[in-house]
């Protein structure tokens, strides 16, 4: 069975600083990792990683994956208020489905 | 390029009801997902559609079903509803399913509360 672990489940952290999540999988017939940030409802999507050792950046948010190490981490640099929502991680193997870590849960303060 | 639409974004039910939620992928996707989400269990796949056809299906009891019509547009169906059945019901919408080129993306889901 597919198995997404994030951590940390939480995280309060101060505008400006930089934060690094985490995400370990185990996935048969591993196609790609994806991050999404869900604030109220809808997850948005972030990244889609499919290879080793290549950074996906988008602003301040970037991610890299290791599927030797089968865990990927997503960096925010210098957060902002916004930045505040759960962060999720999910992969897709073989079959047409995404699974989910539990996420984890992200506020910025001033 | 309009986005995914799901309907109602809320509902309140009874246990024992049955309710059906809808989804409208994409415009061009042909591939939509179901997913359950909840505090405890969070993001839970539910089974996924492509042309008319289930071609996935999560560890959901039987009350769970549902299909698609041929413009891609998708519902599902709960029957003799649960109180835990309440949470938050998302869709997802991708070209083939696999999510390869564009990820998927994620309508704003149907909150379902059942009382």
């Known amino acids: 069975e597919d198995k997404v672990v994030q951590s940390p489940l939480s995280l309060v952290v101060h505008e400006g600083d930089t934060v690094t999540l985490n995400c370990s999988y185990e996935?048969?017939?591993?196609?790609?990792l994806l991050w999404y940030k869900q604030e109220k409802k809808a997850p948005t999507f972030l990244f889609m990683l499919?290879?080793?050792?290549i950074e996906k950046k988008s602003g301040r948010l970037s991610s890299i994956l290791d599927k030797k190490e089968l865990f990927s981490i997503l960096n925010i640099t210098a957060t902002q208020t916004g930045d505040s929502a759960v962060y999720l991680c999910a992969v897709s193997g073989t079959a047409s489905k995404l699974t989910f870590g539990t996420g984890t849960r992200l506020q910025v303060t001033l | 390029k309009a986005g995914v639409t799901q309907t109602p974004r809320y509902l309140i039910k009874t246990r024992g009801q049955q309710v059906t939620l809808s989804c409208s992928p994409i415009?061009?996707?042909?591939?939509v997902s179901w997913y359950q989400q909840t505090p405890g269990q969070g993001l839970q796949f539910l089974f996924e559609?492509?042309?008319?056809?289930?071609?996935n299906k999560g560890n959901f009891p039987g009350r769970f079903s549902g299909r698609q019509f041929s413009n891609s547009r998708s519902e599902m169906n709960v029957s003799t509803l649960e109180l835990g059945d309440s949470a938050l019901y998302l869709c997802?919408?991708?070209?083939?399913?696999?999510?390869?080129?564009?990820?998927?993306?994620f309508g704003s889901g149907t909150r379902l509360t059942v009382v």
């Open positions: 499919t290879s080793s050792g």
């Open positions: 559609y492509f042309s008319e056809t289930q071609r």
């Open positions: 997802a919408s991708s070209l083939d399913g696999q999510g390869d080129i564009y990820g998927y993306t």
């Open positions: 415009s061009g996707h042909r591939s």
């Open positions: 996935v048969t017939n591993f196609r790609s």
